[in-house]
């Protein structure tokens, strides 16, 4: 959507005639406030799903390890068994 400066100047006198120049400065702490908590909302969210995945990553990764160890484990044994 692109508006021209007439179009915005038309919203901003109907939103002043709605609701007066006495409220405009609380409606406009308001969305200040709404756009502030969605943005922090947001950055929040993606931190959790960055954690998440690296929480999985982590996991895997000790998996790979233990496997790697049953698997030296294992073949120590069988050595031992053999001799």
């Known amino acids: 959507m692109n508006f021209s400066g007439w179009e915005i ?33 947001v950055s929040e969210g993606g931190k959790e799903a960055d954690e998440r995945e690296l929480a999985e990553k982590r996991r895997e990764q000790l998996r790979d390890g233990e496997r790697a160890r049953d698997e030296e484990l294992a073949s120590a044994d069988r050595y031992t068994k053999s001799s």
């Open 9 to 41: 100047l038309v919203v901003l006198f109907v939103v002043l005639l709605l609701f007066g120049s006495s409220r405009l400065p609380q409606l406009a702490r308001g969305m200040g406030k709404s756009i502030s908590e969605f943005k922090k909302g």
